[in-house]
């Protein structure tokens, strides 16, 4: 085979991983989702996450500052994160990503999903839509 003929299933090879490999990392048709928190208290807080298989450590979030994770959709079974939080004498703990939060923040995207989590001194709120900002749903308020 000459040079010519190398090059060009090397190019088929090249163009077939592209087509099969979606912008996310995960594999096959699982989506990726990426979970933000943005931290609209005026002083910092403090975010403990935990996942059945995940423990993604205590993060403090500085006011206006943000924290994001991601992870793959499973197969089977439920992918699910709480989260602690602390702010002064103030906390609460809650659920950050479960099968109603992500039927709720779910797009038509097929990759690349995305539940945005606002904290204000008034509690916790979550939306699917960033740009603009809109439909953020309060699921609690601080104890
Ligand atoms: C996840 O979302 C945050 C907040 O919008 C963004 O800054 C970040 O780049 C996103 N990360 C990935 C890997 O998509």
């Not at 059945?52 to 499973?74: P, R």
């Not at 479960?98 to 038509?108: G, L, Q």
Request: charged share 20%; hydrophobic share 40%; proline share 3%.
């Amino acid at each position: 085979m000459n040079h010519d003929g190398n090059c060009f299933i090397f190019s088929l090879f090249i163009l077939a991983c592209y087509l099969v490999t979606p912008s996310s990392s995960c594999s096959g048709l699982l989506r990726a989702w990426n979970i933000s928190i943005t931290n609209f208290v005026p002083d910092d807080i403090v975010v403990q996450i935990t996942s059945t298989d995940h423990d993604l450590g205590k993060h403090t979030i500085s006011s206006n500052g943000y924290y994001y994770w991601t992870f793959c959709e499973k197969a089977f079974g439920l992918s699910r994160f709480t989260g602690t939080f602390l702010w002064g004498s103030k906390f609460q703990t809650l659920s950050l990503a479960d099968r109603e939060i992500m039927k709720f923040c779910e797009s038509d995207k097929t990759f690349d999903q995305v539940c945005f989590w606002m904290v204000n001194p008034d509690g916790f709120f979550v939306t699917g839509f960033k740009d603009p900002p809109q439909g953020w749903v309060k699921k609690k308020t601080w104890e």
